[in-house]
């Protein structure tokens, strides 16, 4: 079984994504309250090899054998992947026997102030870090970091990779309202990101269940307004939803890859449907016998049901 190796899946910013998780669940320099993985088990900045690279190298040559058909190979999964030391030779092994596919890395952010990671880091086409505030009182609230961790010292981090970093630069801005969405914080942060030079940037939004039932997503005039006043400096402004997601078929309907899914965050019947090729109907009869065999979990959310994996199960 491909233990680290995930997918394809559709991914709502990279298309069709094959994942790699180089990290325990849920080991993450962040507890952050809209994270859809739930709370973080192992908080932790120290880098390690928690897993043979070797093993994980042998999984990624066996799924791209057949060559499949993919928009990026994505470094994620439900921790921080840069904490983990195999990131640099997976994807040097990826750039050299792969080059015909596109790599990203998806990350917090919070490590970049690493000139070790910044350098595991360059050879990846696309870098996507988290950046959601510049004061350390609201960075503290939204993510519940690592004590140690200065928000400024990451801002400058990202600045790092910014010149030393030939590729693509997607920076995320997760939106929690009442915190990071009041009008001044959203003037220091337009500041830093414009500091930052980013090739694209990109507002997130909660609309999954997150760790925390109070969070919730912006008002679609609120995230509007903020998009417009992002892009005053230029740069391209993406809200990112689910409307981007794009169905695509699979041969492959077994009850695992729901199961493989699920490992990975919630979703509704719809969104597994989306995501594996597996009629929704299907689906639902699978997710109803799982429930009942106390493998999953459901509960009602904005769009409907989520389901995820019993944490005795995980």
Same mark, same amino acid.
């Given at each position: ?9 559709? %991914?709502?910013? *990279? ?13 993450? %320099? $962040?507890?952050?309250? $809209? ?28 799924? *791209? ?6 928009? #990026?190979?994505?470094?994620?999964? +439900? ?18 026997? #792969?080059?015909?596919? &596109? ?6 952010? +919070? ?11 360059? +050879? ?25 961790? *200065? ?8 600045? %790092?990779?910014?010149?030393? #970093? &030939? ?11 009442? @915190? ?8 220091? *942060?337009?500041?830093?990101? #414009? ?20 969070? +919730?997503?912006?008002?679609?005039? @609120?995230?509007?307004?903020?998009? &417009? $006043? ?23 309907? %077994? ?43 459901? &509960? ?15």
């Amino acid at each position: 079984m491909n233990h680290h190796i995930f997918g394809p899946v559709i %991914s709502r910013r *990279l298309g069709r994504s094959l994942g790699i998780d180089l990290i325990p669940y849920k080991t993450c %320099s $962040y507890n952050c309250v $809209y994270c859809e993985c739930g709370k973080t088990t192992d908080l932790t900045s120290i880098r390690k090899e928690f897993f043979p690279t070797g093993n994980i190298l042998n999984q990624l040559d066996n799924v *791209l054998a057949s060559s499949p058909k993919l928009d #990026y190979i994505t470094f994620a999964g +439900s921790g921080e992947p840069t904490l983990s030391l195999s990131l640099g030779p997976v994807l040097a092994h990826l750039k050299k026997n #792969y080059g015909q596919y &596109k790599v990203a890395v998806l990350t917090n952010g +919070s490590l970049c102030t690493d000139p070790d990671i910044r350098q595991d880091l360059i +050879s990846a086409d696309l870098v996507s870090p988290t950046l959601t505030t510049t004061t350390q009182e609201i960075f503290e609230k939204i993510h519940r970091p690592v004590p140690g961790l *200065l928000v400024t010292d990451i801002i400058q981090g990202i600045r %790092s990779l910014r010149n030393e #970093y &030939k590729g693509q630069i997607w920076l995320e801005v997760f939106l929690v309202p009442g @915190l990071n969405t009041l009008e001044n914080e959203l003037k220091m *942060l337009r500041n830093a990101i #414009y500091s930052i030079r980013p090739d694209l940037i990109q507002l997130n939004y909660l609309d999954r269940p997150g760790t925390e039932s109070w969070v +919730s997503p912006p008002e679609p005039m @609120l995230s509007g307004k903020i998009q &417009k $006043y992002f892009a005053e400096g230029g740069i391209p402004v993406e809200i990112i939803g689910f409307d981007k997601m794009i169905p695509f078929i699979s041969q492959d309907k %077994s009850t695992t890859q729901i199961d493989e899914t699920l490992r990975r965050r919630p979703c509704t019947a719809e969104d597994i449907a989306q995501m594996t090729g597996i009629s929704a109907p299907e689906v639902r009869k699978k997710l109803a016998l799982m429930v009942q065999q106390g493998i999953v979990k459901a &509960k009602s959310g904005e769009r409907g049901i989520f389901y995820w994996i019993a944490a005795d199960k995980r």
